[in-house]
């Protein structure tokens, strides 16, 4: 008997396996998303005693972005060769380290973007490789929803969290805080080991047919007969003989799938890092309090968790995920723009809400769009890739936006110009062509001759 494992895996119902492993992804995600926004809350205690120019400031948050660009293009390499699982372990166990080391011995400019850097080679693979994870477990049916639910809420419930110890612990405690907390990933970095699984297509891609049977047996118990009797043979059903470099992401199958997601990512991330890098700083400058500008981050990722879940609720039942994200990101550029002409304290609230449902919320549905058009030899470098060099953006965002406020008093021009990235990262998704299609049979983004 002859079983193909996307299929198995496309028509299998929702079980507490899959809840199980979604948990796990969002748990390793919570530190990515912790750590990736933690630095915004330094920028506050360490400008004078440092005495930082605001470009500096913005190289404070841009430094671990630098080191996320790195190993986000260079772990589809490990993640398509090695498997998800080891990947993501090799992160963890990076993060967890120069996240203390930052916490003990960060004590001036250098050193933090020093460890900062090394803190950002682990985080860079975090994150592609839970996308990609919870693309190849998740059911067809639910797919959007499902991976959102896995490490949407694990990243966005991180960055709330670092806002939260920002606004409450750092006055005590001092910035050090923020990181000794995020080496709590060592308890999570162990439970990894011996909990979390090859996911059935990857292990599948290298032989280990043993690996996928005991997955898709916990995945749909009700199949589990099927998939341990004697001369199962399993299939992937796509090809496993490509290396995956820029070549083929760059081939005729999947230029104009590549490019066009790499120059949105840039544009999106380079508003979205500019807002939450500098945003308590930034609205502190506006007039308000020190506590509603610190928690004016964990405003915006809180309404990016439900910005996600409707922006992938929508894929999922109209299939039509390009035209779904330049509407959110449309929406969120008039949210930005609104705050460069505008400052009062109540519209301040709502575009900043506004801001975080469109914007940081579609940059969730991206990512699954992204590893949904890809086949699963190629899908961790190109998610990689994609969010590799969308940090180019997220390093340039909070660094500008520093230029931009050293040149130009006030958050004016600062605002405009996250307003543009954004619709810039609109307009470019629209240019997205594929003709793949997906376990189903339908293509998952219409050719030229059925775009709308």
């Known amino acids: 008997m002859t079983i193909d494992v996307r299929e198995e895996i496309a028509v299998a119902p ?11 992804i969002a748990l390793v995600v919570f530190f990515d998303g912790y750590d990736n926004f933690n630095p915004s809350y330094v920028i506050h205690y360490v400008s004078e005693p440092w005495h930082l120019r605001q470009g500096q400031a913005g190289l404070l948050v841009s430094s671990g972005l630098f080191g996320f660009m790195i190993s986000a293009l260079v772990q589809g ?17 990076i993060a967890t380290f120069f996240s203390l080391a930052t916490a003990l011995f960060a004590n001036s400019f250098l050193t933090f973007c020093v460890f900062r850097l090394f803190t950002g080679l682990g985080l860079g693979i975090l994150l592609p490789v ?129 490019l066009p997601l790499w120059a949105s990512a840039i544009f999106v991330l380079y508003g979205v890092y500019g807002i ?96 949904g058009l890809y086949d699963t030899e190629i899908r961790g470098t190109a998610v990689g890739f994609m969010l590799g060099f969308g940090r180019i953006g997220a390093v340039l965002g909070p660094y500008i936006s520093g230029l931009l406020q050293q040149a130009i008093p006030g958050s004016s021009a600062l605002f405009a110009s996250l307003g543009l990235a954004v619709l810039f990262g609109a307009l470019s998704v629209l240019f997205v062509r594929s003709g793949r299609p997906d376990n189903a049979g339908h293509a998952l983004v219409p050719g030229p001759a059925t775009a709308g």
């Open 14 to 24: 929702l079980r507490r396996y899959h809840v199980f492993l979604a948990a796990l």
């Open 77 to 93: 390499a490990i993640s398509d060769r090695y498997g998800r699982r080891t990947s993501l372990l090799i992160g963890l166990w």
């Open 130 to 258: 839970s996308v990609t994870y919870m693309n190849e477990v998740a059911p067809r049916r639910v797919r959007q929803t499902f991976s959102t639910w896995g490490w949407t809420l694990g990243f966005i419930g991180g960055a709330v969290a670092a806002s939260i110890v920002g606004v409450f612990l750092t006055p005590r405690f001092g910035w050090p805080v923020l990181f000794y907390l995020g080496s709590l990933s060592v308890v999570l970095a162990v439970a990894c080991h011996f909990l979390l699984p090859e996911t059935p297509q990857c292990s599948a891609m290298r032989g280990n047919m043993r690996d996928v049977a005991r997955v898709l047996a916990r995945l749909n118990p009700a199949r589990a007969a099927a998939y341990e009797s004697p001369g199962v043979t399993f299939v992937l059903g796509e090809p496993s003989d490509r290396v995956a470099s820029i070549p083929l992401l760059l081939s005729p199958r999947y230029r104009m799938i590549s």
């Open 276 to 371: 939450t890098g500098w945003i308590p700083t930034v609205m502190m400058q506006r007039g308000e309090t020190f506590a509603a500008s610190f928690s004016y981050g964990a405003l915006i990722m809180g309404s990016s968790f439900f910005g996600t879940l409707a922006c992938g609720y929508l894929a999922d039942r109209l299939g039509r995920s390009r035209e779904i994200l330049t509407v959110w990101w449309c929406a969120g550029a008039l949210c930005i723009t609104v705050l460069a002409l505008v400052n009062l304290h109540w519209l301040n609230v709502l575009c900043l809400a506004g801001a975080g449902f469109f914007i940081v919320g579609a940059q969730g549905g991206l990512n699954n769009f992204t590893a």
